[in-house]
């Protein structure tokens, strides 16, 4: 029997994992709503308690910020992939679970 991890542990757990990642290039994969979905690789700049940064190359060498919230990361609406294998670094497999 498989024990149920309640979800505020996972949210710890992502951010343990990504303040270990600190400084790391990574991809993120967004979604913004309404079929809108935006890909940023950039470097990640910071995790605080219900957010990270992640810094990212825009036009004519200007750089930009964006935050994400850790409970979006466990809901799968923020995806984050190590952008040389591409491999999915949080996959908690709600995909297979129904409701």
Excluded: C, W
């Excluded at 605080?48 to 825009?58: A, D, G, H, R, S």
Aim: aromatic letters at 8%; charged letters at 30%; a negative charge.
């Amino acid at each position: 029997m498989e024990v149920e991890v309640p979800p505020a542990n996972r949210v710890d757990q992502i951010r343990e994992e990504l303040v270990a990642l600190k400084g790391r290039h990574l991809r993120v994969r967004a979604n913004m709503g309404r079929s809108r979905v935006v890909e940023r690789t950039g470097t990640l700049v910071g995790a605080y308690p219900t957010l990270f940064v992640v810094e990212v190359e825009e036009r004519r060498g200007r750089k930009a910020r964006q935050s994400y919230q850790y409970v979006d990361v466990l809901t799968g609406a923020v995806e984050i992939y190590d952008p040389d294998t591409g491999e999915r670094l949080f996959d908690f497999g709600f995909e297979d679970q129904q409701l």
